[in-house]
C-alpha cells in the first residue's frame, strides 16, 4: 500500500539504507526531518552542517525539514514536527534503527502521539548482512563521528567498505556501529541523483566523542 512518509534523517547509513528500502517498496518521501541544535548550524546528534544535510536533501529531491532543539526539548520539538506533518497528509514515519528496542519505543511513542505510524525498515535484521547490502546497492559513506571508548579519531573521514568492517571486527566492536561505536554521512548511493562532494576540516572533541568536521567543496 502506497503511503506519504517522512524519514528520520541523521544523514548518516541507516537512514539512508531505509530510506531506500521505503522507496523500494512504491512509498512516496514526503520531507527528511532532522534536528539541529539551538543555533540552527549543524545537527544535534551527529554534528553535521545543515549545508550538508541540505545537499544531501537536494540530491535526493525530497525537502528538507530542520526545527532547533535542545536536548531536553528535543522529544517535545520533535513531536510538534510530526502533529505538523500529519496535516499536511503525510501518515507514517520511517526510521532506521536495527535491533535497539528502546530507540523503537520511543519512535513508536512520537508516532504515535503526532497520529502517524512509525516503520522500521531495518527492523531485527542482521547488522552485518544490512553493511554488505548498503555497500553492494553502491551507498558510500564516511565515518565522522567516534566514541573515544571503542576508537582513536584516526578512523574520522574513513569511507567504510568492507576492509574496515573486517577491521572493526578485529578490534572487537560492533561492525555496524549500532551501539554508538561510530557514525556516518552519506555521500552518494542509488537514490542520489548526484555525489556530496566534501572536505575535511577541524577535529572536535566532546565528551568522550571526536567528531570531524566537514565543508561543501
Not at 26 to 37: F, M, S, V
Not at 84 to 109: A, C, L, P, T, Y
Not at 132 to 161: A, C, H, P
Not at 169 to 175: A, H
Request: charged residues 30%; aromatic residues 12%.
Amino acid at each position: 500500500m502506497e503511503k506519504n512518509f517522512f524519514c528520520s534523517w541523521s544523514g548518516g547509513k541507516d537512514s539512508a539504507l531505509s530510506l531506500y528500502k521505503a522507496v523500494d517498496l512504491g512509498w512516496k518521501p514526503q520531507a527528511l526531518l532532522n534536528i539541529l541544535n539551538e543555533d540552527g548550524e549543524n545537527s544535534r546528534s551527529h554534528n553535521l552542517s545543515f549545508s550538508i544535510l541540505k545537499a544531501q536533501a537536494d540530491s535526493l529531491n525530497i525537502p528538507l525539514v530542520t526545527k532547533n532543539a535542545t536536548w531536553d526539548d528535543y522529544e517535545k520539538i520533535f513531536i510538534e514536527a510530526l502533529k505538523e506533518f500529519k496535516k499536511q497528509g503525510i501518515d507514517s514515519g520511517v526510521f532506521g534503527d536495527i535491533d535497539i528496542k528502546d530507540h523503537r519505543k520511543w519512535e513508536e511513542m512520537v508516532s504515535e502521539k503526532a497520529g502517524l505510524k512509525a516503520h522500521l525498515p531495518l527492523w531485527n535484521q542482521s547488522r552485518e548482512e544490512l553493511l554488505f547490502e548498503f555497500f553492494d546497492l553502491g551507498f558510500i559513506s564516511m565515518i565522522i563521528v567516534v566514541n573515544q571508548d571503542y576508537l582513536g579519531e584516526k578512523y574520522l573521514g574513513e569511507i567504510i567498505d568492507r576492509k574496515l568492517i573486517a577491521e572493526f571486527k578485529k578490534i572487537g566492536i560492533d561492525p555496524s556501529g549500532e551501539n554508538g561505536e561510530y557514525h556516518t554521512v552519506v555521500l552518494d548511493g542509488p537514490i542520489f541523483d548526484h555525489q556530496i562532494e566534501v572536505k575535511k576540516k577541524n577535529q572536535v572533541e566532546n565528551k568522550g566523542y571526536c567528531f570531524q568536521n566537514l565543508e561543501l567543496k
